[in-house]
């Protein structure tokens, strides 16, 4: 397994930490980055198997489905 960046390692650590379920743009928020580019980190992070994403129930946010639970 490649070693994971600074990135994926912060995002990791609040994911684990993170009690309860949180939209893709709260992860962004918490971590100071943009909701696309901490997409593709948790995307990455899911295709080594470190975190399962999960859909936990849905809210319609400017047309998109937002909440997604992650374990």
């Not at 901490?38 to 849905?58: F, H, S």
């Amino acid at each position: 397994m490649n070693a994971l960046t600074e990135k994926s390692l912060a995002a990791l650590e609040f994911v684990r930490g993170y009690e309860g379920d949180i939209t893709l743009d709260g992860i962004a928020a918490e971590l100071g980055v943009e909701a696309k580019s901490i997409n593709g980190t948790l995307v990455a992070l899911q295709r080594k198997k470190l975190i399962e994403r999960i859909e936990a129930g849905t809210e319609i946010v400017n047309g998109k489905a937002k909440v997604i639970k992650y374990i």
